[in-house]
């Protein structure tokens, strides 16, 4: 189903919910695969998971159709997520050292990484960048996605994009030939 016809049934009191668990089944996967790379850990990323859909449902009405629904719903995705990253970050006071701590306790006893050990220091590396240039490499790297869609995404213009993936993806090479 596309993007207009899953438009018309939330769009329609009476196949409103049909279309939500429509939506829900089209996106849930790809927005709980964001967000883990970012938290890292699953029940961080379950209830974020959560939080989006609810927040979804709850602005549906206000989704003007300007932008392609799947931008508006990961524009949703990833505040969602930076919001809880600074949170965790002001809640504790912690450093920006001591949350890349954490997390890299959590990527260690993570199931969703093998143990490859290049693929575990790929993902040590990532926990260095500030979040949202790992948030950019995410969506460049593993998501494979257009620049100019993560512009929409994330507000952010396609030069600043490149140029902070051009960043990112130096201090992962440094990173990875120090460790």
């Given amino acids: 189903m596309d993007d207009k016809d899953l438009l018309l049934k ?9 279309g939500f668990n429509l939506l829900v089944r089209e996106y849930q996967q790809k927005i709980y695969w964001l967000i883990r790379k970012m938290v890292i850990d699953h029940d961080d990323a379950d209830d974020l998971v959560q939080e989006v859909f609810i927040k979804i449902w709850k602005n549906l009405d206000s989704f003007r159709e300007d932008s392609r629904l799947y ?3 990961y524009r949703i995705a990833t505040n969602e997520t930076l919001n809880f990253l600074r949170k965790k970050k002001n809640k504790y006071f912690l450093p920006i050292h001591d949350v890349q701590g954490e997390l890299n306790k959590k990527l260690s006893g993570s ?4 143990g ?4 575990m220091k790929l993902q040590k590396a990532l926990l260095t960048l500030p979040d949202k240039q790992r948030l950019v490499f995410n969506m460049k790297y593993f998501d494979d996605m257009k620049y100019e869609e993560i512009a929409e995404i994330t507000g952010t213009s396609v030069g600043s ?6 960043h990112a993806v130096k201090k992962i090479e440094e990173y990875l030939k120090n460790h």
């Fill in 10 to 18: 939330l769009a329609n009191p009476e196949t409103r919910n049909y």
């Fill in 71 to 73: 931008t508006w719903i």
């Fill in 111 to 114: 199931s969703y990484i093998d």
């Fill in 116 to 119: 490859n050990d290049i693929q």
């Fill in 161 to 166: 994009l490149k140029a902070s993936y051009h």
